[in-house]
Structure formats: structure tokens, C-alpha cells
């Protein structure tokens, strides 16, 4: 079945930026589904941030268009998130998800990332 | 604060029914755009629990079930078990600015 995994560091200093990847298996990423990345703050809800197709065309959450930027490499069947200039307000669990029509059919487990110096 | 309203709390006793409710305006669920729910035991991933509204996904059990009316819907859980205590989201699109996916800021279902 198909599985997501993001990885990355999982410490980051503030004003840096945070950079994460999630390896897709057990589907290619040249079907037709959009690859998204949603993030959880400690103790709060769910943040959808952006997500991308296999075209390259991509999503932005409006509140972080200026910050964020995703990429796709269908070579290596995986994608991946930048979001710059980070601060503590950036701490939070990411997750990866897949996006089947408008729902999230498979989500990744999270990788929590501390913004911290 | 979220797009979607929910409360951030519910409880019920074992056996019971209990609703959540999710609030939103005429530019996402009163859009007719589609809303889904994800439940998230506690320290794991949202898993997909309904989707366009009131379709649940192969394995999930009939106890569960959405509706929507107007700019506002609602996820039933009947027969409460231990078992479905987590915490639940409600999902949907926002046309507004460039269009985006939306969540609820979730509700703790607690079981008594």
C-alpha cells in the first residue's frame, strides 16, 4: 500500500529555513494525485500549507505564499518543503499527505521540527 | 484562528450519540465545496474518516456519519466506544484569494 515519509532536521535555528522531504512508496509520484504538506503546532489544529502535481503545478496557503515553496522529484519519487525565514510560531509536527480529489487519503506519520537557537 | 468553526470540546457516556458541528461561510461549505473528517488518536496522523460529505472510507466502521446544510456540517458518532476518543477535524476549500484548503481548528471527543 502506499506510504509516506517525511524526513528532515528536526532542529532549526530561527531566521533559517526549514527544509523537509517526504519519499513516496508504493506509488509513483507521476499519478494523478496532488502531494501536500499540512502542519500541527503543539496542542492546536491543522495548518495545510502547500501542495504540488507531478506537472510541477503547485498551491500555496495565502498566509505563507511569501515564505514557502515546494518541489517535486519525480525521479526519486519524493517532494519536498522549503519555508524560510522561520521562527519559534514555526514549531510544529509536518506532516505529508496525499490529496486524492479534495480529501487526504494518505497521510504521512509527521516529523516534528523545533524552531530553537 | 481557523477558517471552519468547531467547538473544541464534546463528551459523551459509552453507547451514546454525539455530534460535532463545523462552521463555516459562503465562501467554502456554503459554496457546496465537499468536507471531509479526519480523526487523530493521540500521537498519530489524521486518518481519513469521511469524505464528500458523507462517504466513509473502505474499513471504517457505519457508527460514523456526516451531513452538511447550508455553510455549516456536522460528523454524528453513534454507539460511542472508549475507542473513538481522539481528536476530530473537519476539511473543506476556501474560494477566497487564490482558493485553499481549509481546516477546522478540531474538536476532543471525550468518552465518559
Known amino acids: 500500500q502506499v506510504q509516506l515519509q517525511e524526513s528532515g532536521p528536526g532542529l532549526v535555528k530561527p531566521s533559517g529555513t526549514l527544509s523537509l522531504t517526504c519519499a513516496v512508496s508504493?506509488?509513483?509520484?507521476?499519478?494523478?494525485?496532488?502531494w501536500n504538506w499540512v502542519r500541527q503546532p503543539p496542542g492546536k489544529g491543522l495548518e495545510w500549507m502547500a501542495e504540488?502535481?507531478?506537472?510541477?503545478?503547485?498551491n500555496y496557503n495565502p498566509s505563507l505564499k511569501s515564505r514557502v515553496s515546494i518541489s517535486i522529484d519525480k525521479s526519486k519519487n519524493q517532494f519536498s518543503l522549503k519555508l524560510n525565514s522561520v521562527t519559534a510560531a514555526d514549531t510544529a509536527v509536518y506532516y505529508c499527505a496525499r490529496r486524492s480529489s479534495s480529501y487526504m487519503d494518505v497521510w504521512g506519520k509527521g516529523t516534528t521540527v523545533t524552531v530553537s537557537s | 484562528q481557523s477558517v471552519l468553526t468547531q467547538p473544541p470540546s464534546v463528551s459523551g457516556a459509552p453507547g451514546q450519540r454525539v455530534t460535532i458541528s463545523c462552521a463555516g461561510s459562503t465562501s467554502n461549505i456554503g459554496a457546496n465545496y465537499d468536507v471531509h473528517w479526519y480523526q487523530q488518536l493521540p500521537g498519530t496522523a489524521p486518518k481519513l474518516l469521511i469524505y464528500n460529505d458523507n462517504n466513509r472510507p473502505s474499513g471504517v466502521s457505519d457508527r460514523f456519519s456526516g451531513s452538511k446544510s447550508g455553510t455549516s456540517a456536522s460528523l454524528a458518532i453513534t454507539g460511542l466506544q472508549a475507542e473513538d476518543e481522539a481528536h476530530y477535524f473537519c476539511q473543506s476549500y476556501d474560494n477566497n484569494l487564490s482558493g485553499w484548503r481549509v481546516f477546522g481548528g478540531g474538536t476532543k471527543l471525550t468518552v465518559l
Open positions: 508504493g506509488d509513483s509520484i507521476s499519478n494523478s494525485y496532488w
Open positions: 504540488i502535481y507531478h506537472s510541477g503545478n503547485s
